[in-house]
């Protein structure tokens, strides 16, 4: 059964540093792609970045590109978001998903939406003075 758990999300202020992490079971983290999504209250679900198997390639949406970096440790089984310079708009429940396709790449990542795939319970960010 296919378990993925985020951590690390909490309050910090505008500029600050935060480390989101996906405990994945239940499958072998590094024949897939994964990688995170966030919703902002009232607005839809954003792709925010991608890792695709093998750690071929990466899709970072372009508001966060230069500030996150997505990581994954195969050996922990678990995937990272590295949030810095983060911005009061970076506030939302960020989740982790991946697609569940062996071999994926992040091609159609930004697409993806439950119930297909496998989704996390989601970790809320805030960014606010």
């Known amino acids: 059964q296919v378990q993925l758990v985020e951590s690390g999300g909490g309050s910090v202020q505008p500029g600050g540093s935060l480390r989101l992490s996906c405990a994945a079971s239940?499958?072998?983290?590094?024949?897939?792609?994964i990688g995170w999504f966030r919703q902002a209250p009232g607005k839809g679900r954003e792709a925010v970045s991608c890792?695709?198997?093998?750690?071929?390639?990466?899709y970072y949406a372009d508001s966060v590109k230069g500030r996150f970096t997505i990581s994954r440790d195969n050996a922990k089984s678990t995937v990272y978001l590295q949030m810095n310079s983060l911005k009061p708009e970076d506030t939302a429940i960020y989740y982790c998903?991946?697609?569940?396709?062996?071999?994926?790449?992040?091609?159609?990542?930004?697409?993806?939406?439950?119930?297909?795939?496998?989704w996390g319970q989601g970790t809320q960010v805030t960014v606010s003075s």
């Open positions: 890792l695709s198997s093998a750690d071929r390639s990466t």
């Open positions: 239940g499958f072998t983290l590094g024949y897939y792609a």
């Open positions: 998903a991946t697609p569940g396709q062996p071999a994926g790449d992040c091609k159609d990542y930004s697409t993806l939406a439950p119930p297909f795939g496998s």
